[in-house]
């Protein structure tokens, strides 16, 4: 016979012993109750364990201005004399049409205004208005933007003019443009543009593209110097792979093994200088290496009587335009003669896998400004050939982005000559 009792609860799960019984609703609370206080607890001790939270770093959020001032294009170089063409929008946040008007002075390098140009747009809401203008900027050392609105002046860009006899300031990339360089934030930067005085040198030009393809050497370009100094591509040395190099390297890969730029020509009494790497930033790579020329040279305790750039083969990626690439070199090539460079040598850009074409190009605007500053240019032809560029020495279809351990030496020794 079963002697349990009716209410043993032998029978009966123990969850239903303490929550399915109305007279264990007390109990149930209690131990709620208690489970809630731990949790309290705990919680408590672990945010006095943390130190106090610091100021946040994150930036305040930008106030949204009413009309912006925004720049397109200004030219990287300019011949003396030439207008400068400025291409700038106008932003209009308002929600409201808006009369506008830029307003351009000009002003001599005693800080004379000489001029004033206004052209009146309509700025309307959710769109750009449009300013192109070509300025007369022959006897001016100075441009500012002014940006005038109902909300009242927004500053534009200060466009400064370095002609040949100025002396080069310090100078930074900006935004994609060249600008002199600022301690701390500069609200309206200074834009740099290099001038350079035209020079058409026809009957040294008569003979210069026979000499150079039949490899005759100039006289002047083989006379003995005591100091020479080598500027070569960044790209081309042991960079970082996040500073331009080849990504596509492993670390026993062939030319993963590239010379240092020590190694290149040991036996010489300076290491060469890097130019670069480029990575692109909306200004040509041409430029970038005409400041960090004129920067190294200043850097310089001993003045080199001759300078030899192998020019940096990124414009033959970002496709800087020939005109304004001739422009640059033209300006540094008379940069370095006021220096006291004797001897100047220019090495075209090269880049394995590049178009014919535009290797042609950026070859003939090299010439050319080689030409009209009685400057050399050195050919790369043989450097070109394939194998200098192949990852694998003995497989084809596979190249890096720069030369070879066999390509750098192939270039060291046509260098080797002009370094003493």
């Known amino acids: 016979m079963d002697m349990r009792g009716k209410n043993s609860g032998a029978d009966i799960p123990v969850c239903t012993l303490l929550w399915g019984r109305q007279e264990c609703l007390p109990y149930r609370r209690a131990l709620a109750a208690i489970i809630l206080a731990a949790v309290c607890a705990c919680a408590v001790s672990r945010a006095a364990e943390q130190p106090p ?65 206004e052209e009146k747009l309509a700025a309307t809401p959710n769109a750009f208005a449009e300013y192109r203008k070509d300025l007369d900027l022959h ?9 005038k609105t109902p909300q009242g002046d927004v500053a534009g860009p200060v466009v400064r003019l370095v002609r040949d006899a100025d002396p080069w300031p310090d100078a930074e990339v900006k935004d994609g ?14 834009v740099l543009v290099p001038v350079v005085e035209r020079v058409n040198r026809e009957g040294d030009r008569t003979f210069a593209p026979v000499k150079w393809a039949l490899g005759i050497k100039d006289q002047d370009a083989q006379a003995p110097v005591a100091r020479a100094v080598l500027m070569l591509p960044g790209a081309w040395g042991k960079t970082p792979l996040s500073k331009g190099g080849d990504s596509t390297q492993g670390p026993n890969s062939p030319s993963s093994q590239a010379l240092d730029f020590g190694e290149l020509l040991p036996e010489k009494a300076s290491a060469p200088v890097a130019l670069g790497p480029y990575e692109p930033s909306g200004c040509a790579p041409v430029l970038r290496a005409f400041n960090e020329v004129l920067r190294a040279l ?41 220096a006291g460079v004797k001897q100047a040598v220019l090495a075209p850009p090269i880049k394995y896998g590049v178009a014919q074409a535009r290797l042609d190009l950026l070859r003939l605007e090299v010439r050319e400004a080689a030409a009209a500053r009685g400057a050399r240019m050195l050919d790369w032809a ?35 000559d002009l370094i003493p």
């Not at 443009?177 to 309206?188: C, F, I, K, S």
């Open 53 to 117: 939270p610091g100021p946040s770093t994150q930036p305040p959020p930008t106030e949204k201005k009413p009309f912006y001032l925004i720049v397109d294009y200004l030219p990287p170089a300019l011949y003396a004399g030439e207008a400068l063409t400025a291409c700038l929008r106008v932003e209009n946040t308002t929600g409201a049409a808006a009369d506008v008007t830029v307003r351009a002075e000009i002003f001599d390098a005693a800080g004379k205004s000489l001029r004033v140009a």
């Open 139 to 147: 006897d001016a050392a100075r441009a500012t933007f002014t940006l």
């Open 177 to 190: 443009r060249l600008v002199v360089r600022e301690a701390g934030t500069e609200a309206r930067p200074t």
């Open 298 to 338: 200043a850097a310089l305790k001993e003045k080199p009587e001759r300078i030899v750039i192998v020019l940096p083969p990124e414009d033959l990626e970002v496709a800087t335009e020939p005109r304004i690439y001739r422009v640059v070199l033209e300006a540094l090539l008379e940069r370095l003669a006021r």
């Open 382 to 416: 043989e450097v070109l050939d394939e194998k200098a560029w192949r990852l694998d020495p003995e497989k084809s279809g596979v190249y890096g982005r720069k030369p070879n351990a066999e390509g750098l030496k192939k270039i060291a020794q046509k260098l080797s």
